[in-house]
């Protein structure tokens, strides 16, 4: 059967959103959305409280994320079950391999200042490339599903959310037998998964976003 994630999503507990966690639980279930994953900046603490949240949502499957500004720019990873501390990439990578837990390079080809010779590395030792997301142009994310194919490895698809109506934005499809977190888990380290885009999105929720990261600064 076919999990459907969006695990790049932002809670109130990033600099650049206000997202309450039981309201994207609410928007995730409305459109269908039956796993997820709120990967704030360099915090665990939405998708903490987004796994305490009990009653009508037990039928999603929560999986703690985060989203790590890394030396090499940003990495998402999955299944942990507490904050990392370095921002060192390789470091970074060195634990997720340690403990199982997924590593996805979102949007990689997005205002990237790093030189492409120098992330080969990277390239080629996280687990997903996330080909599709919703608040980067087409070019950009075709450039990611083509480093994908050649690098031989399964693109995801992330909305990037940080406004409730961006949830489900793109997906990503994820192949399991039985829905459970560790099985959802296990399928993406293993690339039985694809990424599905849905919706640009808009030029207005990214000017909201700046303005939400300006009233949140002072």
Known sequence: MLVKLDYHIHSYYSYDSLNRPSEILRVAKSKGINCLSITDHNTIKGSVE??????????IIKIIGIEIKTNYGDLIVLGLNENIK??????ILDICKLNGYVSILPHPFRNSLIKVDSMK??????????????????????KAI???????????GGSDAHLL????????????????????LKSLKNGLCFG??????SQLNRIATIVIQSIKRI
């Open 121 to 142: 590395e990277v390239y080629n030792r996280v687990d997903l490339i996330e080909g599709y997301n919703a608040r980067t142009s087409m070019k950009s994310n075709l």
């Open 50 to 59: 987004l796994l305490n949240i009990k009653g009508e949502y037990e039928d």
């Open 86 to 91: 370095t921002k060192d990439m390789f470091e």
């Open 165 to 184: 109506n961006e949830i489900g934005n793109a997906i990503t499809y994820v192949k399991v037998d039985t829905i459970t977190v560790e099985n959802v």
């Open 146 to 156: 083509q480093l994908a194919k050649e690098l031989d490895k399964s693109y995801t």
């Open 196 to 201: 599905k885009f849905l919706k640009q999105s």
